[in-house]
């Protein structure tokens, strides 16, 4: 099972910030609320949940970077 991000769309603003920084295009505004497009693989950069100023999304696990 594919896994997205979580849109919380009663934290929604519509804003359309997580749609400009989404690299792969996964993210629209549909009715001023973030949605998935469940037929586009998320790349789970974990910038439009970084940059969602109202904690509207969430990514079902965390990104984590190691330094060598």
Known sequence: MRE?????PEKCQGCGLCVSVCGCGALVLLE??????QG???????????ICPNSAISCPF???????
Not at 62 to 68: F, T
């Open 4 to 8: 997205w991000p979580i849109i919380d």
């Open 32 to 37: 001023n609320i973030v949605t998935v497009i």
């Open 40 to 50: 586009i693989d998320c790349e789970w950069c974990g910038l439009c949940e970084a």
């Open 62 to 68: 965390e990104v984590v970077c190691e330094e060598d």
